[in-house]
């Protein structure tokens, strides 16, 4: 097994302790950008990592064995699809050994019983499986793979007899929003403790897709009205995360915690990301773990340090009360939408581009486009 932690140069600081940005509690690791599904909402690169560039079996499981040093608590296996790994469960039993909660992030399509099983007596801890929707032939077309809404069923059935707590990620847009009741109620019947509905976020794949998915501020104000009635029935039997859409919002959502605060992703190829869209801000370089020990990228990695704080933060933000509170917002979303990370977050009232991005929301939610770009490792497949 391979030491990263040779190659450091002697620094006097113990990686991740003793620093102003605090200890990390949770990473997303995303293992592979394999997937068999094709979601124009795809919240992973345009510029997807070949399978050549993922780490090995040995390099994911070093660094596995650094977390609990760092401060780490939990770690999400994620692509990608991670079940497109012949190693996974290899992966989860390096995570229980090193004391980590264990969460795997899957579409569920390729997953069996028997190594569902072999999962759970590696020690994985939660389940969460995405849906497109609660009508087969809509979920079908969204994920861009045939008699995938079938297989997620039956993968969720499997995962609660294993007895493992499962979680139903419903990711809303305008040509679903119409099927969140009963998507809901899908979630209820199969047994979930948990809901997240995450309405698109506009990055990489979802934002070469934003005028076939961005929803009506109708659609919003009915997926506001359905979640608030279903918070209330539900108490106690369906726990609901909601994720509002950013353009119809009037202040920026806390992302990640704050940029290097909270939460990191590591990429299939080994980079250290603080969250997974980074990579779409041109111009910055992140450190790799095939170069450096995870606690070195934690504490010195130059992109981490970049927007770490308030120091760097420009007006409105700076002289701003909320200023510790939601850090400025989404950087990623800061360069989309303004081409200047260091912006403020348009998602924010104050930001002086916010008026431009309600009335792009407006506009592109009325467009009336219904096709698909798809994502793929070739760029992207336009629907037929
Ligand atoms: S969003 Fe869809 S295409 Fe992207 S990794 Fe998840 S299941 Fe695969
Ligand atoms: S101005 Fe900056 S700190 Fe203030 S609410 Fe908006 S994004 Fe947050």
Redesign the pocket.
Known sequence: MSDASALEPDTGLTPGKGTSHGLPVAVLLEVTHR?P???PY???PVELDRPKSELSTEEWVRVLHEMPDLGILQVHFS???PMARKDIVELVQAATDAGLYSNLIT?GVTLTRERLEALADAGLSHVQI?FQANDPVLANRV?GYKNGHAKKLEAAKWTREAGLPLTVNAVMHRQNLHELPDMIDMAVEMGAHRIEVANVQYYGWALKNRAALMPTMAQIEECNRVVEEAEERLKGILAIDYVVPDYYAVRPKTCMGGWGRQFFNISPAGRVLPCHAAESITGLEFDSVRDHALGWIWDHSPALNLYRGTDWMPEPCQSCDFKEEDFGGCRCQAFALTGDAANTDPACSFSPHHDAIFKTAETEAETGETRFIY?NLAGGTPEA
């Open positions: 997937c599904l094709q979601c795809c919240s992973n692509g990608g699809e579409s995405s994920g994502r």
